[in-house]
């Protein structure tokens, strides 16, 4: 028995791999194993020799299958070691080659929006982009029947059978964005929420995704005048320009009243957009000032708060401004048009640095 042990528990140390040790197991332990064969002749001895014979025999069977286990947890240990050895990365070391990397030009955008808003004392606010119809719709004074749902073209997810959660969507605006950081932090606020939403659309001038930037300010005694200063610091300081007219257009939105599209003074001298001079109109966005039952839905008092919001398009104001004529191209990922249109790795925009140098 000791000289079957020994030799055992031998073979299982020196094991290579989990294929020997496999086989180790079967010729031990497996059913036509060594130590199974001699487990059952303890049926043809004596009562007294089986006594002896049958504990020992017992006892080796478990030593054996616990050296195997061990071994084969040691054998994946040192596998894992050896992976984590050859596969080694230092992702600390610095960049060798920043040239090939570039901004996207939503990304840079999306920045520079950013920094303009923070210079006005606006802080940068996200919420999902799947997201209930509560907040995509009901809470902003939009209710089942109204038509701006089906006008948006909505993408709802699927819903299992038997799942009574409210519908879930793909939000087709920044807006849902209001509600939720009113409800978060309360008045008075002032946040921008820019990030991706979604409608089944898609042509020259519509993607199914695309970017918006949301913009809320609430306060005690905020009114239309301080959204128009706003819009107009904003354009001047986005289009880098010193003069622009901004035009307001009565338009309708459920969650503002009064509301407004802005559209900004432009020329398009020989197909080029100068934004600030000559005598045409580009819409840019839609504003307002917010709705009580918006407030009131987000837990705001609108006896005593009121303020303005407004809503961006991203990938529109950033093809204005980079003369970038297809939307469709932004989500292309055609290396050729990211090398001319992106954006310098390192450079952040800033107010004072430069916005788009
Ligand atoms: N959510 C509106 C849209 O997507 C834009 C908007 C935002 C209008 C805020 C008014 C106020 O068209």
């Given at each position: 028995m000791q000289e079957l042990r020994d030799k055992y528990i031998t073979a299982i140390a020196d094991a290579a791999d989990e294929a020997a040790l496999e086989n180790l197991r079967v010729t031990a332990?497996?059913?036509?194993?060594e130590i199974s064969l001699k487990m059952r002749e303890l049926g043809k001895m004596t009562p007294e020799e089986r006594q002896v014979a049958g504990p020992a025999l017992n006892a080796l069977k478990d030593e054996i299958n616990s050296a195997l286990s061990a071994k084969k947890a040691a054998l994946a240990d040192a596998a894992l070691e050896e992976r984590l050895r050859s596969e080694w990365l230092d992702v600390t070391l610095p960049a060798r080659d920043m040239r090939r990397g570039s901004i996207h030009p939503i990304s840079q955008v999306t920045e520079e929006v950013s920094a303009i808003f923070a210079d006005m004392g606006f802080s940068v606010a996200e919420g999902p982009q799947i997201d209930s119809d509560w907040y995509v719709f009901d809470a902003l004074?939009?209710?089942?029947?109204?038509p701006a749902r089906a006008e948006m073209d909505t993408f709802y997810m699927n819903r299992a059978e038997g799942d009574n959660r409210p519908p879930h969507i793909l939000r087709t605006h920044t807006s849902p964005v209001q509600i939720r950081s009113m409800e978060a932090q309360g008045a008075p606020i002032r946040i921008i929420a820019p990030g991706r939403v979604y409608r089944a659309d898609y042509d020259q001038t519509h993607t199914p995704m695309f970017h918006q930037v949301e913009g809320l300010a609430i306060d005690k005694d905020i009114s239309m005048a301080n959204l128009k200063w706003c819009l107009e610091e904003f354009v001047k300081a986005f289009f880098e320009v010193d003069h622009v007219e901004l035009r307001f257009r009565a338009s309708h939105f459920p969650f503002t009243e009064p509301s407004a599209e802005v559209d900004i003074q432009c020329s398009w001298e020989g197909g080029v957009l100068k934004v600030g001079e000559g005598d045409d109109w580009l819409e840019i966005l839609g504003s307002g000032m917010v709705h009580p039952k918006v407030l009131q839905n987000s837990g705001v008092d609108p006896e005593v708060y009121q303020g303005f919001a407004f809503g961006v398009g991203i990938d529109r104001i950033a093809m204005l401004k980079y003369g970038i004529p297809d939307l469709r191209a932004f989500f292309d990922s055609d290396l050729r048009w990211l090398r001319h249109y992106g954006f310098a790795s390192l450079d952040q925009p800033t107010l004072h640095g430069g916005l788009s140098r």
């Open positions: 332990v497996g059913k036509k194993g004074n939009i209710p089942g029947h109204h």
